[in-house]
């Protein structure tokens, strides 16, 4: 069973800036296997998708809404995905999720939250004044 636990999360005024991680763990998983994503949920919300990116890392990809401001990144080394979040506004408040799903294709990332297999427990990020 692959276990995803974030980190990280945390309350920043608007503007600023935070790192989320996601550290994968657990047979079978094996970093340049799975391709990886995040999503977020707002209260009240569905679960909506943030940033994706292949098995290899070579392929990513971004909602509208945070395009330009994030940047996903994978270290296959150390099994761990990242989300660098600048720029941060009000309403990207929520908890994010990591989730997972392997692909024998390395280019392929999913976007739709109901095709990964795998999820983390979330963590939350706060942006307020």
């Known amino acids: 069973q692959v276990q995803l636990v974030e980190s990280g999360g945390g309350t920043v005024l608007p503007g600023a800036s935070l790192k989320i991680s996601c550290v994968a763990s657990?047979?079978?998983?094996?970093?340049?296997?799975?391709?990886m994503a995040w999503f977020r949920q707002a209260p009240g919300l569905e679960r909506q998708f943030v940033a994706a990116?292949?098995?290899?890392?070579?392929?990513?990809d971004y909602a509208d809404s945070v395009k330009g401001r994030f940047t996903i990144s994978k270290d296959i080394a150390d099994n761990t995905l990242s989300l660098l979040m600048n720029s941060l506004k009000p309403e990207d408040t929520a908890v994010y999720y990591c989730?997972?799903?392997?692909?024998?294709?390395?280019?392929?990332?999913?976007?739709?939250?109901?095709?990964?297999?795998?999820w983390g427990q979330g963590t939350q990020v706060t942006v307020s004044s």
């Open positions: 989730a997972a799903r392997r692909y024998f294709d390395s280019t392929t990332y999913f976007t739709q939250a109901s095709d990964a297999t795998y």
């Open positions: 990116i292949s098995r290899s890392g070579s392929d990513s």
């Open positions: 657990g047979p079978p998983y094996s970093s340049n296997s799975y391709a």
